[in-house]
């Protein structure tokens, strides 16, 4: 078969790039190597830890709030029905894409991709059979693993010492659960564990967790971690993990700094330390392709690598581990491939945990603005004092938008608080047509609305007064 475009991975980055560039009138396929198409991110990422996420929220609701909104029930966990909810909004998700590439008229193949040579790639399918596709251009957009922890071999254990791939699918609630790692996978995990009945602790190498988030943020939202019953053991450096008889596990840290070990006895381990770009079985090598120095392949700012014909695009390449930057990557080159001009801007690119409350966040932090010697305003507003989170009793954190002190263009945005998720877009639309936090004061806000937070931040900082505080 011969195609103009063939990209190999199916996740966020993959399946976009192939539907776009077939919206914009080219031949496509997409070769995927796992049974479903949709990636880590529908497969075993922000699907089914989303789903869980949800039902484990609710949970913990009925069984600590409701009574305060005069709702009288005595919640009884049944965790195959809450996977099963998982597992159908994942099958529901990666059936989707199926549908859509129908739809777009992409060619799906299912089996593992490796690139013969320029215009050349051939996909080994399960029944050990392989087919070669002859394409004008080929997007890597292979994406990643877990890197785990030297000597710890996530590949098999499915129950005591697990990665986030298995940590979604536990078959029972664990009494203790040590993760290693305070990052975003972790600590959205560990919440669902928590909620669900483990008492968790997490270990973190640094004084901080979610690593690279704003401090002030990141401060305020462990302590409503540490309510919620997690326990925390910052700025320690793991030494070991042990797998022992009976179901048990045991990991042994010390301090960062230097100082006397601990050992931490559970149920279950979760190594979230991070994910590593995945290349392997793509046959880089033989075609010459570059990787930087930590194995991501290395692209210009058009997404091509030094191969002509060869782009990559998503968690295989620099930049934040994200779905939607995949995508927007995905959408970018796909309109480059067909003659237009794409375009991501990487400043103003949402992240966000999805505990309770959630944490999210877009642009500069305010360490970052200090280290750049960039002068600055702080605009802050809590939802204690917005009448629909007390309405919503989800009065836990702030709104904290960060704008350039002269000319008050909005330099970064960051709350902590009940759908952060959903109003961070605001700040990222507003920072994405170079606005200014002015513009998000003069904007009419419905109200009541926890929105309204943002514009009263807004007004904080383009004022120096908001009107509720
Ligand atoms: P992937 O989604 O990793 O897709 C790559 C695909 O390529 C895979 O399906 C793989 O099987 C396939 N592949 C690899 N090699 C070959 C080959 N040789 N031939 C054929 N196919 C191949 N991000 C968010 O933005 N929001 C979230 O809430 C979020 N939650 C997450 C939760 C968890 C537990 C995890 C693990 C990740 C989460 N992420 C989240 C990150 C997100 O999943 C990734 O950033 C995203 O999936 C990257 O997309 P991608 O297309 O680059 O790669």
Not at 103 to 110: P, S
Not at 205 to 231: C, H, N
Not at 338 to 367: F, L, M, R
Not at 388 to 394: E, P, Y
Request: negative net charge; glycine residues 12%; aromatic residues 6%.
């Amino acid at each position: 078969m011969e195609y103009d475009l063939v990209v190999i991975g199916s996740g966020p980055g993959g399946y976009v790039c192939a539907i776009k560039a077939a919206q914009l009138g080219l031949k496509v396929a997409c070769i995927e190597k796992r049974e479903t198409y949709g990636g880590t991110c529908l497969n075993v990422g922000c699907i089914p830890s989303k789903a869980l996420l949800h039902a484990s929220e609710r949970f913990h609701e009925a069984g600590h709030h409701y009574a305060s909104l005069g709702i009288k029930v005595s919640p009884e966990l049944d965790l195959p029905a809450m996977m099963s909810h998982k597992d159908k909004t994942v099958k529901a998700n990666v059936d989707g894409i199926a549908y859509l590439f129908k739809k777009n008229k992409v060619d799906g193949y299912i089996g593992t991709g490796s690139i013969e040579g320029p215009g050349s790639v051939s996909v080994k399918k399960e029944d050990g059979s392989s087919e070669r596709l002859k394409a004008k251009n080929i997007v890597i957009a292979t994406g990643s693993e877990v890197s785990g922890i030297p000597g710890v071999d996530l590949s098999f254990d499915r129950d005591t010492i697990v990665s986030s791939d298995w940590a979604i699918a536990l078959e029972s609630v664990p009494e203790t659960m040590v993760i290693v790692g305070g990052g975003v996978i972790g600590l959205e995990l560990g919440s669902v564990w928590s909620r669900l009945g483990s008492k968790v602790t997490v270990v973190e190498y640094l004084d901080k967790v979610l690593g690279p988030m704003d401090a002030e943020l990141s401060t305020a939202f462990q302590k409503l971690l540490v309510k919620q019953g997690i326990e925390f053991k910052l700025g320690a450096k793991v030494t070991g993990v042990q797998k022992h008889e009976k179901g048990r596990a045991s990991v042994t840290f010390e301090p960062a700094k230097g100082g006397e070990a601990e050992t931490l006895d559970a149920e279950v381990v979760l190594v979230a330390t991070g994910r590593k770009a995945y290349t392997a079985a793509l046959g880089l090598d033989k075609v010459g392709v570059e990787v930087d120095d930590r194995g991501r392949v290395a692209i210009d700012d058009h997404f091509k690598t030094n191969v002509d014909g060869i782009y990559a695009i998503g968690d295989v390449v620099r930049g934040a581990m994200l779905a939607h930057k995949a995508e927007d990557e995905g959408v970018a080159l796909a309109e480059m491939l067909a003659g237009q001009s794409g375009h991501v801007n990487y400043d103003a690119i949402p992240s966000v945990v999805y505990t309770a409350p959630e944490v999210a966040s877009v642009g500069k932090t305010e360490e970052e603005l200090k280290k750049a010697g960039i002068e600055y305003k702080v605009g802050k507003f809590p939802f204690m004092a917005n009448g629909r989170a007390r309405a919503m009793l989800a009065t836990d954190g702030f709104v904290k938008m960060l704008v350039d002190a002269k000319t008050d263009k909005l330099l970064g945005c960051h709350i902590l608080g009940a759908s952060a998720g959903d109003l961070i877009v605001e700040a990222a639309l507003v920072m994405e047509y170079g606005g200014a936090s002015e513009d998000m004061a003069l904007t009419s806000h419905a109200h009541p609305s926890l929105s309204e937070a943002m514009r009263e931040a807004a007004m904080a900082a383009a004022y120096g007064k908001p009107i509720h505080i």
